[in-house]
């Protein structure tokens, strides 16, 4: 699995290799039929619209994810505006209960790791619950290190798989 | 399921066992010199006699302290074990040991197995025994064959007759199947006992195998439970509102230590199996999990963060006196405790590795045993001679099973129905 700075990276590589390709075989393209013409096609369809207070609402324009440092499970700055518009939509929309998944990466020993899961999972409930959001709609639990998203044992794959992922489980629009 | 006591009439010695040492292995030694051995098949009209000399002799070179002989180079064929074998035709192929049995079908269709171990430079019979059995249980008379053969020369348990319960996994890391699992040592006879609809791990055997003590995902609540191998029969462990998880028995089996989880923070508890009351060991806003128990059932080794870095920590077992033991490099985990009671085998993180090491109760003596990319988990052999333990394969390529004597010597892959993690070793099987 790619993230995103990665991706960005390889799709900046290619386009250097396609402009090289381009200065270097100039003269065969030159001798190459022309292209067909082009042909009208239609506008693509408009995205489909996200229902407010579904579940992909919630995943795209909320975001369900944050990180951890290695073996850490304070909230990370970086992400406490994820959680705030966690909090914020789940006031808004009060039927919606949540677990809250705790993944840790694999350098750690299964025990430690699904006890280390559980505090961060517990981190993010708590945050949530700082803003308002009651204890009675938020659940935890821990994977430990048993559901990476990511498999390479690299840095950035670690960070990845570091990580508290707030799931509906009840109450969103369908 | 059958229940794993078998209906076994055992062993009359033939003979009085002669009070010689010549033919000796010293186990604390690993594999410098295995033994050679000549263990030529069963005597018998039916191929279970090849059966069972050829579990034989795979079982004792396992274990790196014997080194069977190749059958094709026996210059003689045993025929009767009733009469003194031709010493010199042993001598000749330097078996140093003589194994020789037969298997005698009786009128009520059970086996009768004899076997005779020979000293063969001091030219005399150092142990004769006599087994009956069903003729389905042949393997486990070839284990049971083994141990003898083991602990009549090395001077320890045997551990052949003994049962693996492990975590069978398949499918990507990223959406991994694992399933409760169990095997003889030998890795035969796999059984499953989870379809793999939910996520299991950490699994233990009771003292007398017949129960599992496991972690569950059933229901996407992590939970600690119980699985009967007798009935089949699986039940969660207490009503906790939260994960409960690494259990182990204590020595006697009655008692059960586990860690429940309560807003983030996992401390360790007893439970009573009789009447399900839990007692809470630890309580301060560390993580504490991974509890072994002493031998003797009056301590208990866990692993805590309260010091800042996961170490290692012994107990007594009503939560008295904690006391840090580890202080060698790195983060130390999964501490268990040796069935003789002298040492504990660990998981050390440091480095960017994780390697299996072992240590004295006091922490003195630390050496790592394993050199894996990421071998954690051990469990000890009911002699505390040999160890098992999950070795994953770097970048999310799977796990595996690997033994180790505790000598560091002898490392090698445990034969498993594909991947698999998270050996526990039974007890002997009584």
């Known amino acids: 699995m790619m993230n995103i700075s990665n991706f960005l990276k390889f799709a900046a590589l290619s386009a250097v290799l396609a402009l090289g390709a381009c200065t270097t075989k100039k003269e065969a393209v030159a001798v190459a039929p022309p292209p067909p013409p082009p042909v009208a096609t239609p506008a693509p369809p408009p995205p489909p619209g996200i229902l407010p207070g579904s579940i992909q609402d919630f995943k795209v324009n909320v975001g369900d994810t944050v990180q951890f440092a290695y073996n850490e499970y304070n909230i990370l700055e970086t992400d406490k505006g994820t959680l705030q518009k966690q909090a914020a939509w789940l006031n808004k929309y009060p039927q919606v209960a949540i677990t809250v998944e705790g993944h840790a990466d694999e350098r750690g020993t299964r025990e430690y790791n699904l006890a280390l899961g559980a505090r961060r999972a517990n981190a993010v409930k708590e945050f949530l619950v700082s803003l308002g959001v009651s204890t009675s709609r938020l659940q935890t639990v821990s994977y430990g290190k048993e559901r990476p998203l990511c498999s390479s044992s690299t840095e950035d794959c670690w960070a990845q798989n570091r990580r508290g992922v707030s799931t509906i489980t009840s109450g969103a629009s369908t | ?430």
């Open chain 2, 1 to 430: 399921m059958r229940k794993f006591l078998l209906p076994l009439v055992a062993l009359a010695a033939l003979f009085a066992t002669p009070a010689l040492a010549a033919l000796q292995v010293d186990v604390t030694q690993g594999n410098a010199q295995p033994l050679p051995i000549a263990i030529p098949d069963f005597v018998t009209t039916d191929p279970v006699g090849a059966n069972i000399a050829s579990v034989v002799r795979a079982d004792l070179e396992r274990s790196g302290l014997f080194k069977p002989v190749d059958p094709r180079a026996f210059v003689d064929k045993v025929t009767n074990i009733n009469v003194v074998p031709n010493f010199a035709n042993w001598r000749v192929i330097s078996a140093q040991g003589l194994v020789t049995g037969d298997v005698v079908q009786q009128p009520d269709g059970r086996l009768r197995v004899d076997f005779r171990l020979w000293d063969v430079y001091g030219e005399s019979q150092m142990l004769g025994q006599q087994f009956f059995t069903q003729p389905a249980n042949w393997r486990r008379i070839a284990h049971l064959v083994s141990d003898a053969i083991y602990e009549r020369i090395t001077g320890e348990k045997g551990y052949f007759d003994t049962r693996i319960v492990f975590i069978s996994e398949t499918g990507p890391a990223t959406r991994r199947v694992k399933r409760l699992a169990v095997m003889d040592e030998d890795g035969a006879n796999p059984i499953f006992l989870t379809r793999g609809d939910y996520m299991v791990l950490t699994p233990r055997f009771n003292p007398t195998a017949q129960m599992i003590a496991y972690m569950s995902y059933i229901g996407a609540k992590p939970r600690v439970y119980l699985f009967d191998l007798e009935t089949g029969k699986q039940e969660v462990l207490g009503n906790f509102p939260n994960m409960t998880f690494s259990p182990r028995f204590s020595p006697d089996g009655n008692k059960l230590a586990l860690s429940l989880e309560n807003n983030g923070n996992s401390d360790i508890f007893v439970m009573d199996l009789r009447s399900r009351q839990v007692t809470r060991l630890t309580s301060d806003p560390a993580i504490d999990t991974a509890p072994s128990f002493s031998p003797d059932g009056r301590q208990i080794t866990f692993e805590s963060d309260r010091g800042g870095s996961q170490q290692i920590y012994i107990m007594n077992v009503d939560g008295s006196n904690q006391r840090r033991v580890s202080f060698g490099s790195g983060r130390n985990g999964t501490p268990v405790w040796s069935p003789r009671g002298d040492l504990i085998a660990f998981t050390k993180q440091d480095g960017g590795r994780f390697d299996i090491g072992v240590m004295r109760v006091d922490g003195s003596g630390e050496r790592l045993i394993s050199s894996g990319w990421e071998d954690e988990g051990p469990t000890w052999a009911p002699n505390g001679r040999v160890l098992m333990f999950t070795r994953s394969i770097q970048g999310g390529r799977g796990a595996q099973i690997w033994s180790v004597d505790v000598t560091g010597r002898n490392e090698r892959r445990v034969m498993t129905p594909g991947d698999a993690s998270d050996p526990a070793w039974s007890p002997l099987i009584q």
